[in-house]
């Protein structure tokens, strides 16, 4: 019996062996190690890290949903015949809208990574736009790019903010008299960037000097009533000096810009001269009134280079250029009577007239509460032509000013509901020889004005 056990249990046991020798030689299922997402910061930058490389990277953007109501003063058109200007009456207040609504959706996408040199940085923001009726929510219906460049060792190539502006255009959604292109029309540029410690810096840019559309119009105000504007012969030149430290932040900006136009009234008679203008800016923290507080302040003078002056891109026209909407146009075509702002004028007598431009602004920032906050704003430009012929119909000297602002709530994090006002007025001299086709009145009208008001709710992410 002792045997026979022995004998069993030898063969269980060898039975065993050979099955645990069988399962090992089977193939295995364990799972393979999980693929975690990277997180990174990168020049202050927190994003990602994309797979299979050292870049981070973050996807940002907004939704902003508006309903915006106003109007102009009636306003006149220019007309040209026999040789002399003269104005009519414009479209009728009736015939414009004085209420739309629109929506901007923003698509953001930041790539970052460390070099030997710094940071190397690839920015690009798109905007979607839809909308109808006063304005249409901006641009128009229209898919753009509003960003688009690359930065590396203190170089910015491609399409990005001016180094001449200071600000841009103000806190509300139409510009405050400023040289905006830091929301809007931003040029295409190559630029270079030094830094010298303590917040200071120095930079030389070629931005490009003619339109950019659909995201802008550029910086070329040449007259096509009696003068062409000939092609670009030159970029833009800025340059400026900047600190920024605690207390706040300044700048000292300058501009080279070239204009090359042919008269197409009168003999032939071409102009190819260099405008310039100064500008500069400063901003003060003051966290004493509330935390995030400031106050900001920018001024600009210009002579054939009227874009950086700040007024053909304040609200009136915006109206005019952005939308068409307007009456209070800011040059001889279009729907209604402004002030001309060109960078040049054809006599149409072989000599050419000299726009000179100037314009101060201010804005706040006051926080009430973490939730509750107004930004205020002023601007005011004048403009005066030198130079000018007795038939040419230009008002020589034009006043300009603004006055408006925004209220900001903020009931969650990445949610505003904005409310702004913005009020605009003008007032030309009569110009020396004043033509009128009836009924269009037979008095210059030196003044003009207008009012808009909306609402803009947005989130972003």
Same mark, same amino acid.
């Given at each position: 019996?002792?045997?026979?056990?022995?004998?069993?249990?030898?063969?269980?046991?060898?039975?065993?062996?050979?099955?645990?020798?069988?399962?090992?030689?089977?193939?295995?299922?364990?799972?393979?190690?999980?693929?975690?997402?990277?997180?990174?910061?990168?020049?202050?930058?927190?994003?990602?890290?994309?797979?299979?490389?050292?870049?981070?990277?973050?996807?940002?953007?907004?939704?902003?949903?508006?309903?915006?109501?106003?109007?102009?003063?009636?306003?006149?058109?220019?007309?040209?015949?026999?040789?002399?200007?003269?104005?009519?009456?414009?479209?009728?207040?009736?015939?414009?809208?004085?209420?739309?609504?629109?929506?901007?959706?923003?698509?953001?996408?930041?790539?970052?990574?460390?070099?030997?040199?710094?940071?190397?940085?690839?920015?690009?923001?798109?905007?979607?736009?839809?909308?109808?009726?006063?304005?249409?929510?901006?641009?128009?219906?229209?898919?753009?790019?509003?960003?688009?460049?690359?930065?590396?060792?203190?170089?910015?190539?491609?399409?990005?903010?001016?180094?001449?502006?200071?600000?841009?255009?103000?806190?509300?959604?139409?510009?405050?008299?400023?040289?905006?292109?830091?929301?809007?029309?931003?040029?295409?540029?190559?630029?270079?960037?030094?830094?010298?410690?303590?917040?200071?810096?120095?930079?030389?840019?070629?931005?490009?000097?003619?339109?950019?559309?659909?995201?802008?119009?550029?910086?070329?105000?040449?007259?096509?009533?009696?003068?062409?504007?000939?092609?670009?012969?030159?970029?833009?030149? !800025?340059?400026? =000096?900047?600190?920024?430290? $605690?207390? *706040?932040?300044?700048?000292? /900006? #300058?501009? %080279?810009?070239?204009?090359?136009?042919?008269?197409?009234?009168?003999?032939?008679?071409?102009?190819?001269?260099?405008?310039?203008?100064?500008?500069?800016?400063?901003?003060?923290?003051?966290?004493?009134?509330?935390?995030?507080?400031?106050?900001?302040?920018?001024?600009?003078?210009?002579?054939?280079?009227?874009?950086?002056?700040?007024?053909?891109?304040?609200?009136?026209?915006?109206?005019?250029?952005?939308?068409?909407?307007?009456?209070?146009?800011?040059?001889?075509?279009?729907?209604?009577?402004?002030?001309?702002?060109?960078?040049?004028?054809?006599?149409?007598?072989?000599?050419?007239?000299?726009?000179?431009?100037?314009?101060?602004?201010?804005?706040?920032?006051?926080?009430?509460?973490? !939730?509750?906050? =107004?930004?205020?704003?002023? $601007?005011? *430009?004048?403009?005066?032509? /030198? #130079?000018? %012929?007795?038939?040419?119909?230009?008002?020589?000297?034009?006043?300009?000013?603004?006055?408006?602002?925004?209220?900001?709530?903020?009931?969650?994090?990445?949610?505003?509901?904005?409310?702004?006002?913005?009020?605009?007025?003008?007032?030309?001299?009569?110009?020396?020889?004043?033509?009128?086709?009836?009924?269009?009145?037979?008095?210059?009208?030196?003044?003009?004005?207008?009012?808009?008001?909306?609402?803009?709710?947005?989130?972003?992410?």
């Amino acid at each position: 019996m002792t045997l026979m056990k022995s004998i069993l249990l030898g063969s269980a046991a060898g039975l065993m062996a050979v099955a645990a020798a069988q399962a090992a030689d089977l193939p295995t299922r364990k799972s393979a190690p999980a693929e975690y997402v990277k997180v990174c910061n990168v020049g202050g930058m927190a994003g990602f890290i994309l797979p299979g490389s050292d870049t981070c990277f973050k996807i940002s953007g907004s939704v902003i949903a508006q309903v915006s109501g106003g109007n102009l003063s009636k306003g006149y058109s220019w007309v040209t015949g026999g040789g002399t200007w003269a104005v009519t009456n414009g479209p009728p207040i009736r015939s414009r809208p004085d209420f739309g609504m629109g929506v901007r959706g923003t698509v953001q996408f930041d790539a970052r990574q460390d070099t030997a040199y710094g940071v190397l940085r690839a920015f690009i923001e798109t905007q979607f736009n839809q909308g109808a009726g006063y304005q249409g929510g901006g641009p128009g219906s229209a898919t753009l790019i509003n960003y688009a460049y690359l930065q590396w060792a203190g170089l910015t190539l491609g399409k990005a903010n001016s180094f001449f502006s200071f600000y841009g255009g103000g806190e509300n959604w139409d510009n405050l008299i400023s040289p905006d292109q830091q929301g809007y029309n931003q040029p295409v540029m190559f630029a270079y960037t030094g830094t010298f410690g303590g917040g200071f810096s120095a930079t030389i840019a070629f931005q490009s000097a003619a339109s950019d559309a659909p995201s802008g119009s550029g910086t070329q105000y040449v007259s096509l009533g009696n003068a062409a504007l000939d092609g670009n012969r030159a970029p833009d030149i !800025v340059a400026n =000096l900047r600190v920024d430290q $605690a207390w *706040g932040a300044a700048q000292l /900006s #300058g501009v %080279a810009h070239n204009v090359y136009a042919t008269s197409i009234a009168g003999p032939l008679s071409t102009q190819n001269i260099w405008g310039w203008g100064v500008g500069g800016g400063l901003k003060f923290n003051v966290p004493s009134f509330g935390p995030g507080d400031n106050i900001q302040f920018q001024a600009d003078w210009t002579r054939n280079a009227a874009w950086f002056s700040g007024l053909p891109d304040a609200f009136g026209g915006e109206q005019q250029g952005v939308t068409g909407a307007g009456t209070l146009t800011l040059g001889p075509n279009g729907n209604g009577l402004g002030p001309v702002l060109l960078d040049t004028w054809s006599n149409g007598n072989g000599t050419w007239a000299t726009p000179t431009a100037w314009s101060v602004s201010g804005l706040m920032e006051h926080h009430f509460s973490p !939730v509750f906050w =107004l930004g205020p704003e002023f $601007a005011y *430009g004048e403009q005066h032509w /030198s #130079g000018l %012929a007795t038939g040419s119909g230009i008002p020589v000297n034009t006043q300009m000013w603004e006055v408006g602002g925004s209220a900001h709530w903020d009931p969650v994090p990445h949610l505003d509901f904005q409310f702004e006002v913005l009020y605009e007025s003008i007032h030309q001299s009569t110009p020396v020889t004043y033509n009128f086709v009836p009924p269009a009145p037979a008095a210059f009208p030196n003044n003009a004005s207008g009012f808009e008001g909306r609402i803009l709710v947005t989130r972003d992410f």
